[in-house]
T-cell receptor
Framework: QKEVEQNSGPLSVPEGAIASLNCTYSDRGSQSFFWYRQYSGKSPELIMFIYSNGDKEDGRFTAQLNKASQYVSLLIRDSQPSDSATYLCAVRNDMRFGAGTRLTVKP | DAGVTQSPTHLIKTRGQHVTLRCSPISGHKSVSWYQQVLGQGPQFIFQYYEKEERGRGNFPDRFSARQFPNYSSELNVNALLLGDSALYLC????????????FGPGTRLTVT
């Protein structure tokens, strides 16, 4: 059974801090990884995708991929209350999503 | 540019009935995927269509079917509805046949009573 695992949280960080969200996957053949943000009652919104080992930065967001250890993470720098949402990790091969991590950023 | 659109927004059906959900992708996108999301879980993949052909199917019963039209819009059909089919149904489009970089529509909230 191919799995994508995320800590359900909630993860709470103060405003301005770095939020670190982690995701592990079981299918070693997975090639592409995606992070989505989902506000309560809304549909998922694509934040970042990463295909290669290492870091990929986009504004306040950094995705990190380690295929040998089978994990992908998302760092959010200078967290804002507007970042409070559920963050979903997805693996392309069979478009399997994790259950999501709920992030709360406290002012 | 308009994003992915879905209709209807909300729907209430009775057990045993049939439902059809509709999706229009972003202009220029040829791939449409359907997902089911229940509260507290991530989206579960149902189908992917590209150029009117089924490219992927998730672990859902045969009561679920879909199709894609020449204008790349899509329908998801569910027969013999069960209470457990109550969920948010999401449609996502992507430009190519690989579904990863997907953009989701607002979803259809289906309630089965």
């Amino acid at each position: 059974q191919k799995e994508v695992e995320q800590n359900s949280g909630p993860l709470s960080v103060p405003e301005g801090a770095i939020a670190s969200l982690n995701c592990t996957y079981s299918d070693r053949g997975s090639q592409s990884f995606f992070w989505y943000r989902q506000y309560s009652g809304k549909s998922p919104e694509l934040i970042m995708f990463i295909y290669s080992n290492g870091d990929k930065e986009d504004g306040r967001f950094t995705a990190q991929l380690n295929k040998a250890s089978q994990y992908v993470s998302l760092l959010i720098r200078d967290s804002q209350p507007s970042d409070s949402a559920t963050y979903l990790c997805a693996v392309r091969n069979d478009m399997r999503f994790g259950a999501g991590t709920r992030l709360t950023v406290k002012p | 540019d308009a994003g992915v659109t879905q209709s209807p927004t909300h729907l209430i059906k009775t057990r045993g009935q049939h439902v059809t959900l509709r999706c229009s992708p972003i202009s220029g996108h040829k791939s449409v995927s359907w997902y089911q999301q229940v509260l507290g879980q991530g989206p579960q993949f149902i189908f992917q269509y590209y150029e009117k052909e089924e490219r992927g199917r998730g672990n859902f019963p045969d009561r679920f079917s879909a199709r894609q039209f020449p204008n790349y819009s899509s329908e998801l059909n569910v027969n013999a509805l069960l209470l457990g089919d109550s969920a948010l149904y999401l449609c996502a489009s992507s430009p190519g046949d690989l579904p990863g970089e997907q953009y989701f529509g607002p979803g259809t909230r289906l309630t089965v009573t």
